[in-house]
């Protein structure tokens, strides 16, 4: 375990393995470094891999204020510059692709390609994910709609560490971050517009792969590969899982996913 300074608020990341580019493993809102538990000393055997934890959450340090977005990208950054990772590939954990992306935009080149793993709404959001969100923001109903949330990532899944994750470790965190969560994203897609046109935004723009098992939907595949034949650079693969972390099931197929589209 290592640590890294973000302003004033100590950042923990594990520092595995050796060889550039190196995977940053970036968690999702509500979520530790533990959820990459499987996955990424797997990927530590073929290349250096760095996790950490956000500010709030896991081991590292709590500010003292609010935070957003803009807060978990200068946390990634901390965590490079500790390093001393030249050349990197985020590997980011649903929403945690808006940092991915943001990286691209202020490192350039040094952040040579994107994972993207399980980001379930990589188009145009449906009313009932905003419904979802807003349901999260309110004091009388987020643990509701956390639950109803839950179940919906957990489908027919019973694997004790997984369910003990979601359930334990995502289900500990308070009203205060799951409001901030739900904040944050909803602000990513008004200001930004969807995950793709995002991504078809930038200029350059650069290779990007998304591992994911939710949603089943084949609609869902086939217009992530409607969208990757005009988009050459960009490329979908859906994982032989069935919850929203698959790295808790398919560890090996995500890590040999990764490796080859890295390598």
């Not at 302003?7 to 520092?15: C, E, N, S, T």
């Not at 289900?171 to 205060?176: A, L």
């Given at each position: 375990?290592?640590?890294?300074?973000?302003?004033?608020?100590?950042?923990?990341?594990?520092?595995?393995?050796?060889?550039?580019?190196?995977?940053?493993?970036?968690?999702?809102?509500?979520?530790?470094?533990?959820?990459?538990?499987?996955?990424?000393?797997?990927c530590?055997?073929?290349?250096?891999?760095?996790?950490?934890?956000?500010?709030?959450?896991?081991?590292s340090?709590?500010?003292?204020?609010?935070?957003?977005?803009?807060?978990?990208?200068?946390?990634?950054?901390?965590?490079?510059?500790?390093?001393?990772?030249?050349?990197?590939?985020?590997?980011?954990?649903?929403?945690?692709?808006?940092?991915?992306?943001?990286?691209?935009?202020?490192?350039?080149?040094?952040?040579?390609?994107?994972?993207?793993?399980?980001?379930?709404?990589?188009?145009?959001?449906?009313?009932?994910?905003?419904?979802?969100?807003?349901?999260?923001?309110?004091?009388?109903r987020?643990?509701?709609?956390?639950?109803?949330?839950?179940?919906?990532?957990?489908?027919?899944v019973?694997?004790?560490?997984?369910?003990?994750?979601?359930?334990?470790?995502?289900?500990?965190?308070?009203?205060?971050?799951?409001?901030?969560a739900?904040?944050?994203?909803?602000?990513?897609?008004?200001?930004?517009?969807?995950?793709?046109?995002?991504?078809?935004?930038?200029?350059?723009?650069?290779?990007?792969?998304?591992?994911?098992?939710?949603?089943?939907?084949?609609?869902?595949?086939?217009?992530?590969?409607?969208?990757?034949?005009?988009?050459?650079?960009?490329?979908?693969?859906?994982?032989?899982?069935?919850?929203?972390?698959?790295?808790?099931?398919?560890?090996?197929?995500?890590?040999?996913?990764?490796e080859?589209?890295?390598?």
């Amino acid at each position: 375990m290592a640590q890294a300074a973000s302003g004033d608020v100590p950042i923990v990341y594990d520092d595995l393995g050796r060889g550039e580019p190196a995977l940053l493993f970036l968690p999702g809102w509500c979520t530790n470094r533990t959820v990459f538990q499987k996955l990424a000393p797997l990927c530590g055997r073929r290349r250096r891999t760095l996790v950490l934890d956000w500010r709030g959450h896991g081991e590292s340090g709590s500010p003292t204020g609010d935070f957003g977005n803009d807060d978990l990208v200068e946390d990634s950054l901390s965590v490079v510059q500790a390093s001393g990772a030249q050349q990197f590939v985020p590997v980011a954990l649903s929403h945690a692709g808006w940092v991915a992306i943001e990286l691209r935009r202020r490192l350039g080149v040094r952040v040579e390609k994107i994972v993207l793993l399980d980001w379930i709404i990589m188009m145009q959001p449906p009313r009932e994910f905003f419904d979802a969100l807003e349901g999260m923001q309110s004091p009388s109903r987020w643990r509701e709609a956390l639950e109803r949330i839950f179940s919906v990532w957990l489908g027919d899944v019973d694997e004790a560490a997984l369910v003990r994750f979601v359930r334990e470790e995502m289900g500990s965190y308070r009203f205060e971050m799951w409001e901030r969560a739900a904040r944050e994203i909803a602000a990513a897609y008004a200001d930004l517009g969807t995950p793709l046109q995002t991504l078809a935004a930038l200029d350059p723009p650069l290779p990007v792969m998304h591992l994911y098992a939710q949603p089943e939907d084949p609609r869902y595949l086939a217009a992530q590969q409607s969208f990757a034949a005009s988009h050459p650079w960009f490329r979908a693969q859906r994982l032989n899982a069935r919850s929203h972390f698959p790295m808790f099931e398919v560890p090996d197929q995500m890590a040999a996913s990764i490796e080859q589209f890295v390598g």
